[in-house]
T-cell receptor
Framework: KNEVEQSPQNLTAQEGEFITINCSYS?????LHWLQQHPGGGIVSLFM???GKKKHGRLIATINIQEKHSSLHITASHPRDSAVYIC???????????????FGKGTHLIIQP | ETGVTQTPRHLVMGMTNKKSLKCEQH?????MYWYKQSAKKPLELMFV???????ENNSVPSRFSPECPNSSHLFLHLHTLQPEDSALYLC???????????????FGNGTRLTVT
């Protein structure tokens, strides 16, 4: 079973700061997801990646398969980025369950004006 | 508009009540999921309906009963719940293929359930 660890658990930063959230996992995977959950509860899928780097607006996600590690970066952070960011990994085999996703506990990010 | 709609947004029920949560997706996906999110815990998969097959997590108590009448609708029937069942219940959908579930999940906004 994959173990997914996120760090930090909580992060408070000032508007404009560069933010990095980390995710480590223990077993080889086929894909890694970054999700964003706002206080209302709804979850939005930000990225799904299996190698390299992806960028969308001010968000950048990277993954290092050899080191079993991924980072989510936010450039020029803004109060509207305040949310819980969740890392989820999908196993490299089909025997990990119907959806095969293992979730981290999330990183609670607060961006202060 | 997320494409996945859940109702109700909030639900308070007693332990002897019977209620149902509803989820509807307009994305043309063929897989739908129920997740439970308790405070300070990772998302937990409860049930999956995919390619007309139901896959069930055996650790889910029988007081939770899913129903998937078609590929666009998913229900979670609740009866004789316990206070520890209070949580956020999230529905999601995706486009699943026979050999892979490797596609993005689209989530609803969740139903905040409180059992008194």
């Amino acid at each position: 079973k994959n173990e997914v660890e996120q760090s930090p658990q909580n992060l408070t930063a000032q508007e404009g700061e560069f933010i990095t959230i980390n995710c480590s996992y223990s077993v080889g995977i086929s894909a890694l997801h970054w999700l964003q959950q706002h206080p209302g509860g709804g979850i939005v899928s930000l990225f799904m990646l299996s190698s390299g780097k992806k960028k969308h607006g001010r968000l950048i996600a990277t993954i290092n398969i050899q080191e079993k590690h991924s980072s989510l970066h936010i450039t020029a952070s803004h109060p509207r980025d305040s949310a819980v960011y969740i890392c989820a990994v999908r196993g490299g085999y089909s025997g990990g369950g119907a959806d095969g996703l293992t979730f981290g506990k999330g990183t609670h990010l607060i961006i202060q004006p | 508009e997320t494409g996945v709609t859940q109702t109700p947004r909030h639900l308070v029920m007693g332990m002897t009540n019977k209620k149902s949560l509803k989820c509807e997706q307009h994305l043309g996906h063929n897989a739908m999921y129920w997740y439970k999110q308790s405070a300070k815990k990772p998302l937990e998969l409860m049930f999956v309906y995919s390619l007309e097959e139901r896959v069930e997590n055996n650790s889910v108590p029988s007081r939770f009963s899913p129903e998937c009448p078609n590929s666009s609708h998913l229900f979670l029937h609740l009866h004789t719940l316990q206070p520890e069942d209070s949580a956020l219940y999230l529905c999601a959908s995706s486009q699943a293929h026979r050999s892979s579930y490797n596609s993005p999940l689209h989530f609803g906004n969740g139903t905040r359930l409180t059992v008194t």
